[in-house]
């Protein structure tokens, strides 16, 4: 996978996980995603915080498409 989201109302933090890069946009002050937030200190527990809700989604993803495949 190239590329994962995950947006609120407010955020939107990007993840490319073969690059091992990440971007965070605050979405209400900068609509047009100019300016990324990801290194900057008072953003660094919400963005843990993103990352935590998307890797949680997508290992939930994983486990329901196991038991699919398995036809369980």
Known sequence: K???MIRTPRYKLI???L???RQLFDLQDDPH???NLIS???HQQLAEDLMNQLNDW???QQRQQAVIE???
């Open 33 to 35: 995603e100019r300016v």
């Open 19 to 21: 690059a091992d890069r």
């Open 70 to 72: 398995s036809g369980r």
């Open 40 to 42: 900057r200190g008072e």
């Open 58 to 60: 997508f290992s939930k």
């Open 2 to 4: 190239s590329q994962r």
């Open 15 to 17: 993840d490319y996980p």
